[in-house]
């Protein structure tokens, strides 16, 4: 049995006829708008960079290049509506992409614009490292170096005394504490020959440099400063009168004499406590003992001559009967 087939009638065929003429069928394409910015845009020697844009989603791109003549960058680009990964690359005159930055599933939609504020970093330069161990007294047994890029390190090791130690290495751009640490026949803190000095190297965008690291060898010179404890002042002697105790002493016949500490000890159940500082060419000390709350019967005087290193022996101490 045939399927009746219903015709379309003439009135609604003209409808949808209007509408597509209209345009207010499904439409082939709908595109998007991004606002691609960059500020702090590096200077740079030439007259000017190449700034390239590319939209890539899949197999499908969209390049779009422009010449910066400052050092910011604000342009738009209509795309496609649909997500796509979106990269800014800066090139020099030879067409060497210097300084580059990337964007990953970047959402279009239709009459909203997206922006992108791209944040540059320069590209990578190659540092080639280069071991040389002439006239190290241990060159035989150096079988491992440890390179140091700030807190980064790469590891090289070579199987005999007949190769040599080296490694290429692709480094962001920028200033580097560099060091090289030299090893036997192990990594272990135990094998380490040679520590190495830090210094600092300078990795620019796509530059090629060799690096010939040295161990350092100099001559060990020894130079030792004796330092004596000042010679104790003699004949110390004391006297309390209204309230005060007057101490006085012979100088110290020290050469390198800076000055006296003055302790006192109230009470045998109490340590020697500094209570003053004299300089050289001071010989006489006046502790004024009318503040204190209660007066004890008694104390111990000493008198120590110290220098810019050390402080000398104290003298024997006094005492001195208050009451």
């Known amino acids: 049995m045939k399927k009746q087939i219903r015709k379309v009638p003439h ?10 003429l209209c345009g207010c069928g499904p439409r082939a394409h709908i595109n998007g708008t991004v606002a691609v910015t960059a500020m702090n845009i590096p200077l740079s020697d030439s ?19 422009l010449s910066l ?11 496609p509506v649909g997500t796509w990964n979106i990269s800014l690359q800066l090139t020099d005159e030879a067409g060497n992409v210097v300084y580059q930055d990337q964007v990953t599933g970047v959402a279009i939609y239709p009459h909203t614009p997206t922006v992108i504020d791209f944040q540059l ?3 990578h330069g190659t540092v080639k490292v280069i071991v040389d161990l002439e006239g190290h007294p241990h060159a035989d047994q150096i079988m491992r170096a440890r390179v140091h890029f700030n807190n980064q390190y790469k590891e ?12 290429e290495y692709e480094i962001a751009a920028g200033s580097y504490d560099f060091n090289v640490e030299l090893y036997t026949e192990s990594f272990r803190v135990s094998d380490k020959i040679d520590l190495g000095m830090w210094a600092t190297i300078d990795v620019e965008p796509l530059s090629e440099q060799t690096v010939i690291w040295r161990p350092h060898l ?11 404890l000042p010679d104790t002042p003699k004949h110390v002697s004391g006297q309390f009168w209204q309230q005060q105790t007057v101490l006085t002493w012979d100088p110290s016949p020290a050469v390198d004499l800076e000055g006296y500490h003055i302790y006192w ?17 001071t010989t006489t000390y006046t502790h004024d003992l009318s503040e204190l709350e209660e007066l004890p019967s008694q104390a111990y005087y000493a008198v120590a001559p110290f220098s810019a290193a050390l402080e000398g022996y104290r003298s024997p101490p006094i005492l001195i009967p208050f009451l």
């Open 156 to 167: 090289i090791i070579r199987s005999s005394v007949d190769e040599f130690i080296e490694g």
């Open 218 to 228: 100099e001559l060990l010179t020894i130079a030792a400063q004796i330092y004596l």
């Open 11 to 20: 009135w609604f065929a003209t409808v949808l006829l209007l509408l597509l």
């Open 121 to 123: 970093r320069p590209v």
């Open 47 to 65: 007259p000017n960079w190449n700034a390239v844009i590319t939209c890539t989603r899949g197999k499908h791109q969209i390049t779009q290049s």
């Open 265 to 281: 000890q109230p009470s045998p159940w109490q340590r020697y406590s500094l209570i003053a500082t004299v300089d050289r060419n």
């Open 69 to 79: 003549c400052d050092t910011n960058l604000e342009t738009e680009v209509i795309i």
